[in-house]
């Protein structure tokens, strides 16, 4: 079974903090994904990995930054957490190459306050 | 803009119903479009679809996909409480690694 791991399940942070939500794979999968998810808004792509230290934006990048520097981790940096980061991070991971499904991690719920 | 639009945004049943989901999509570049459910946490993959009017099926739930109509319907027949959750629809866009998600269908089987 593929298993895609998130570091923290909740976090309560700081505005103007630095946030790292790390995620780590076991499938040896090319491609990372990083997505927020938001009521009524669906899950918006961030960032993704497609190799190690490659990386192309998402939809939504700006006040995030990533980091890939093994295949099997991928992490979602906050330089300075705002409150309208507040929301529901998803880990995705996928095999390169033709019609291939994503897997995702279980979510990091990110209250900024 | 490509988009992937689902229908309806929420539905109420009672267990033994049977229930049809609705996917549609304007994406250029279309690769596959996939199905999605989501509990309370992480959304778990459910079908992958790439060919037009070759339905998939796992147990109670099955999938097509209609690339005329760019749309896709799930459905779930006998329902039960276990199958309460967001029921999410994605799209593959060839050429690049994006998925574009619809914002879910919000399904509640009552006992």
């Known amino acids: 079974d593929v298993k895609v791991t998130q570091s923290s399940r909740y976090l309560v942070k700081r505005t103007g903090e630095k946030v790292f939500l790390e995620c780590v794979q076991d499938m040896d999968h090319e491609n990372m994904f990083w997505y927020r998810q938001d009521p009524g808004l669906g899950l918006r792509l961030i960032y993704f990995s497609y190799d190690v230290k490659m990386k192309e934006k998402g939809d939504i990048p700006e006040g995030y930054s990533v980091s890939r520097e093994k295949k099997e981790r991928f992490s979602l940096i906050l330089e300075s957490a705002s409150t309208n980061q507040t929301s529901m991070y998803l880990c995705?991971?996928?095999?390169?190459?033709?019609?291939?499904?994503?897997?995702f991690g279980p979510g990091t719920r990110l209250l900024v306050l | 803009e490509d988009k992937v639009v689902q229908s309806p945004l929420s539905l109420v049943v009672h267990e033994g119903d049977t229930v049809t989901l609705n996917c549609s999509y304007e994406v250029t570049n279309f690769r596959s479009l996939l199905w999605y459910k989501q509990e309370k946490k992480a959304p778990t993959f459910l079908f992958m679809l790439?060919?037009?009017?070759i339905e998939k099926k796992s147990g109670r739930l099955s999938s097509i996909l209609d690339k005329k109509e760019l749309s896709s319907i799930l459905n779930i027949t006998a329902t039960q409480t276990g199958d309460s959750a967001i029921y999410l629809c994605a799209v593959a866009h060839s050429g690049t690694y994006k998925y574009i998600f619809g914002t879910g269908t919000r399904l509640k089987v009552l006992a």
């Open positions: 995705a991971s996928s095999l390169s190459g033709g019609a291939r499904a994503q897997y």
């Open positions: 790439t060919s037009s009017g």
